[in-house]
């Protein structure tokens, strides 16, 4: 029984099920997927994540945050790199894990990748309908508060204060997250090329914003807004809902740096992906470890650079939570960019969710494959269009509905910490393949193996303590529904499970006739 919930996929077999009728199509150059990383990372970080960490967590330290926050990423970018160059197949962190730790850890990382791909996305749906409701003011049109957001919400006890408890905003749904969902997910059933096309042209459009920021807004900074500096401590670790090291708000959860560094990494996401779409890139060997890599060092730094204008402009426990650099430029007076900011943040709020629902499908594909799912419907692959329609549908429809109706405070911290949970295994994958496989084939190395996924694994395992204690109990619960699905389904379905059965069948049948 052991053996089994161990056994590890083969990689000549994974590597073969990328032919037949299952295959998605090769299209994408370096280019292309840096474009997708990008597109995925720079986006709600920015134009959202930012004032929250800022006004309740962190403080001006945000700086700080990200910079820790980027040193993590780097560590787990680096082992994601070496995995996508040895099997550049869909599936990311699921197939790495299914070939180096075996069946049970796979399936955990491919429901955890489920968890990480579908909150995000209602999450950044969520927020593109924050943006795009303010741009609609700023021309004098007022969305119907009864379909401007989800029926309940965080509220504080003073303004501007720590988040308090949970109540109702007035509001049945959040329409206009629906509506950008739904057009989102047509483009993705239309094709790879379609998809990516459509991502590169806001990228540049959301780039060029950011950039705007980063130039206009550098001339109002005031050096004083950054003092004091550490606000909220340096710190805000905390183990299963115990603070042990920095302090806590009044509902009890840490703030301090390190805190503000597991809020906003949320943001990083955006590599990870690059690493699902492997199997659709020219020569993934090269090109997917390049995109990875140069679209988390870029964005790093965009997102030090925008949190230091921003925090410069406007004292920090001042900045808006809801649409913070749009907000910040009309606080020193210049309404005329706060348009321009929010036609950039729907841009590139755009391309995240893009990016993100384009990932989730693959997922759910290279779980098909091996058998976890039903092969039939999540690893059906349109015959004109090349791509998992069934489960983009699907997906479009749970982002819908969780955008609809959930706050993005519980949103933005339940996919944090699945996110964290992956990078951990694909770090510790790399140093069981290294031993296990020493000899494999590896078009990039990651360097200083193994000191670098020993220090990926400690990096996302502060950053995991730094969340809040409901954010454990939520993961465990969801753990706790993909066993049950795991046990009651996948198990008995596997494609190794399968092979053993036909293997033992073969070796009985051998004995009989000796």
């Not at 893009?354 to 693959?362: C, G, I």
């Amino acid at each position: 029984m052991v053996n089994k919930l161990f056994a590890r996929k083969p990689l000549k077999l994974l590597l073969a099920e990328m032919e037949g009728e299952h295959r998605l199509r090769r299209v994408l150059g370096p280019v292309q997927l840096t474009a997708l990383g990008v597109g995925c990372i720079i986006g709600t970080g920015i134009f959202v994540l930012v004032g929250q960490a800022a006004n309740q967590t962190a403080g001006p330290a945000l700086m700080v945050s990200f910079v820790v926050a980027g040193l993590c990423c780097v560590f787990s970018a680096l082992c994601y790199a070496e995995f996508a160059s040895m099997a550049p197949v869909a599936g990311s962190a699921f197939t790495y894990a299914y070939a180096t730790l075996g069946e049970l850890f796979a399936w955990i990382i491919g429901w955890d990748l489920v968890l990480e791909y579908t909150v995000a996305s209602s999450a950044v749906a969520h927020g593109w309908s924050k943006y795009f409701q303010n741009l609609l003011v700023a021309f004098g049109i007022h969305f119907p508060n009864i379909v401007s957001t989800s029926p309940f919400d965080y509220h504080s006890a003073a303004s501007g204060g720590p988040m308090q408890h949970l109540g109702p905003t007035g509001s049945f749904f959040d329409l206009p997250a629906i509506l950008i969902v739904a057009a989102v997910t047509a483009i993705l059933v239309l094709g790879i090329k379609q998809s990516a096309g459509f991502n590169a042209a806001m990228v540049i459009l959301k780039l060029a914003v950011v950039a705007f920021v980063i130039a206009v807004g550098a001339f109002y900074v005031h050096p004083s807004n950054w003092r004091p500096f550490w606000p909220y401590g340096q710190w805000g670790v905390s183990l299963f809902g115990k603070t042990v090291l920095g302090w806590t708000d009044s509902s009890g959860a840490p703030v301090g740096m390190l805190a503000g560094a597991a809020l906003i990494f949320f943001a990083y996401i955006g590599f990870d992906s690059v690493s699902t779409h492997a199997e659709e890139a020219r020569n993934p060997k090269r090109d997917v470890p390049i995109g990875i890599m140069v679209s988390l060092l870029l964005c790093t730094v965009l997102y030090i650079a925008v949190t230091a204008v921003l925090t410069g402009m406007v004292p920090y426990n001042k900045i808006d939570v809801g649409a913070p650099v749009a907000q910040a430029f009309a606080q020193i007076g210049l309404p005329w960019a706060q348009k321009l900011i929010d036609v950039g943040a729907i841009a590139g709020i755009t391309s995240v969710l893009l990016v993100l629902m384009l990932s989730q499908p693959r997922v759910l594909l290279a779980m098909a494959r091996d058998g976890f799912l039903p092969t039939g419907f999540f690893g059906s692959v349109h015959a004109r269009f090349r791509t998992p329609w069934k489960s983009t549908i699907v997906t479009g429809i749970v982002v819908a509905v969780m955008a609809a109706l959930l706050p993005l405070g519980i949103l933005a911290k339940l996919v944090n910490i699945g996110t964290l949970l992956a990078f951990v295994i694909v770090c510790l994958a790399v140093l069981v393949m290294r031993s296990t496989h020493p000899d494999a084939d590896r078009a990039f190395r990651c360097p200083w193996v193994p000191v670098t996924p020993i220090l990926g694994i400690a990096f996302c395992l502060l950053l995991m303590f730094s969340l809040p204690s409901e954010n454990w109990l939520r993961l465990a619960v969801w753990l706790v529904i993909g066993l049950v699905i795991y046990f009651s389904y996948g198990r008995k379905n596997s494609v190794l499970a399968r092979l053993r059965a036909e293997e033992e069948e073969k070796r009985l049948t051998e004995v009989a006739k000796g």
